[in-house]
């Protein structure tokens, strides 16, 4: 390779954000110059490679300073920064298909680009209580080392009476600035607080400016908003997003990948999994992982390293008279 399709290609990895592509063609540099008999920039380069790939797991951690909301903007959204990755997720196959092509189409978006198409990134969560809107957000945040930025709509309504449609255009010109996942989270707000007589009129106003929003953007950021209440929401809206992700109650399968993902380094020899997935039926994602959480904690409190029948049915049914109240 050329000097110039070594920068290209460097690039091109630095905008999918791809380190490890990005440090091997550094390498491939060093292996160029060393070959051309430039010994000492080859081993500058490959000490430079080498500092990067051990420092990279402090460095991600840390926060990225720009990311920081400041001013206005601090008191709308709030920023954090995810390690979730979608492997800690249990989903149906379809909708993993679904989340992978979302991550696909990110890291490989110059391709897209390229060729004047847009990757997919306005997304529409819809689904029950606790099956996994918010994690995927974070997930999607994690894969794609963005900060994740979340919005509660609810909030921004209610405290700013009158003006969110001034503070929603905040928002959208920081994802134009500081690329990151924005999650627009308790969308519903919009839909299910229609009948609320004061709120009718502003309502529509700060749906309006979203969709007006949403529809102009073109800023790199992923948008995604969640809500349980479709049915709420007026159909204009979906045109608007690339996709509308449905996410479901658990079904046997995905259930015991939760069971068994939560109780993994538990002796669970004893256990009887079709039984403990019957009795969590009806049970959301978020209440099975709990119910799993509450069975390790029965079994380390009694100093033990298995998890029996009895810890699993007795926190399952826990969980089911908590949520039936
Ligand atoms: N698919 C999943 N795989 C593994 N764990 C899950 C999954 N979905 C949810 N959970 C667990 O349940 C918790 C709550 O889920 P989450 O907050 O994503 O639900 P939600 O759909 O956003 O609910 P809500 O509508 O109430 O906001 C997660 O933090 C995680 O521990
Ligand atoms: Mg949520």
Redesign the pocket.
């Known amino acids: 390779m050329t000097a110039s399709k070594h920068l290209i290609a460097l690039l091109k990895s630095h905008i999918a954000r791809d380190d490890d592509q990005f440090l091997s063609i550094a390498m491939q540099v060093a292996a160029h110059e060393a070959r051309k008999g430039h010994g000492q920039v080859a081993q500058q380069l490959r000490e430079l490679v080498d500092q990067a790939r051990s420092g990279k797991v402090e460095h991600s951690r840390r926060p990225v300073p720009i990311a920081q909301p400041k001013g206005d903007l601090a008191a709308l959204v709030a920023v954090s920064f995810s390690d979730t990755r979608l492997k ?4 149906p196959d379809e909708l993993e298909q679904r989340l992978k092509r979302v991550i696909v189409e990110q890291r490989q978006q110059h391709k897209i680009l390229e060729r004047g198409l847009e990757p997919r990134r306005k997304l529409l ?1 819809v ?10 957000a ?1 997930a999607l945040a994690g894969e794609l080392h963005l900060p994740l930025f979340t919005v509660i709509f609810d909030t921004l309504i209610t405290r700013f009476m009158g003006e969110t449609a001034s503070k929603l255009r905040i928002i959208f010109e920081a994802m134009l600035k500081t690329r990151g996942v924005y999650f627009f ?2 969308f519903d707000a919009i839909g299910s607080r229609r009948s609320e007589r004061n709120d009718v009129g502003e309502i529509r106003r700060v749906l309006n400016s979203f969709l007006q929003f949403l529809e102009k953007d073109d800023s790199g950021s992923l948008i995604l908003a ?1 809500t ?1 209440h479709v049915e709420l929401l007026d159909p204009a809206l979906f045109r608007r997003f690339d996709d509308v992700i449905q ?1 479901e109650l ?1 079904d046997e399968d ?1 259930t015991l ?2 069971l068994q ?1 939560r109780l993994l380094g538990f002796d669970t020899d004893k256990v009887s999994w079709s039984r403990a997935v019957e009795l969590t039926s009806g049970l ?3 209440e ?3 119910a799993a959480d509450e069975a390790v904690k029965r079994a380390i409190l009694t100093d033990r390293t298995n998890i029996t029948n009895e810890d699993l049915s007795a926190s399952i049914r826990e969980r089911r008279s908590a949520v039936h109240k």
């Open positions: 800690s997720m249990a989903l969560l689904g029950p209580p606790g099956s996994g809107k918010t994690m995927t974070s989270d308790e969640a349980n996410y658990p995905v990948k939760i993902t959301s994602q978020a099975i992982s709990r």
